[in-house]
């Protein structure tokens, strides 16, 4: 019963991880390079419409993610192995996988808020908050393929 | 300077290039 539980726990930290790597991936890959393309009238489009919500679910299925995978760790008894290192390569890859969460609610959003206009904020700072966004956004991309490589080694090989 | 992330082949290079250190770092303290 227990293994079922387990399973259940680790397919909900992947459904979750999935939908929040794919939403980082659209924002880097899609969204933020076409951007120069899209003509200024059609880009409240996206401001407005699409990045809210597509922050909306980014921003939540990194909380669930890493949510899940903490009880994960919990239930299989590493979860202090990991976070000491001792076990190195799920610890590592939960370490990157904390920092891109808190990268997100802490830096990502707040800024993206400024910068989509829902916290009013003076041309200045709204550009700002944009480049900022952007930055810590592509430092989350650059840290899913390390932390990605960590989460699928650790369950599959020993290095 | 500009900043090398504002790439996004760069920073998919760069990606890359720390997952071959964490491998090594893993080995080097052991798993």
Known sequence: ?159 | MKNPLESLPTTVVMGLVLTVAMVLLVRAIGS
């Open chain 1, 1 to 159: 019963m227990e293994d079922l539980l387990i399973v259940i726990i680790r397919w909900l930290h992947v459904l979750s991880g999935v939908m929040w790597i794919g939403l980082l991936w659209y924002f880097n890959f899609v969204q933020i390079p076409s951007m120069p393309k899209i003509p200024d009238d059609q880009k409240p489009a996206i401001g407005k419409v699409i990045a809210p919500e597509a922050l909306f679910w980014f921003r939540w299925s990194a909380l669930s993610t890493v949510v899940f995978g903490l009880v994960l760790a919990m239930m299989n008894g590493y979860l202090v192995d990991a976070l000491v290192l001792s076990n190195a390569l799920i610890g590592l890859g939960m370490w990157l996988g904390l920092i891109m969460a808190f990268n997100v609610w802490f830096v990502i959003w707040p800024n993206q808020q400024k910068a989509l206009g829902m916290v009013e904020v003076e041309a200045d700072a709204k550009a700002k908050a944009a480049r900022t966004a952007m930055l810590f956004s592509r430092t989350n991309t650059m840290l899913s393929i390390p932390m990605l490589f960590a989460m699928v080694a650790a369950q599959n090989m020993t290095l």
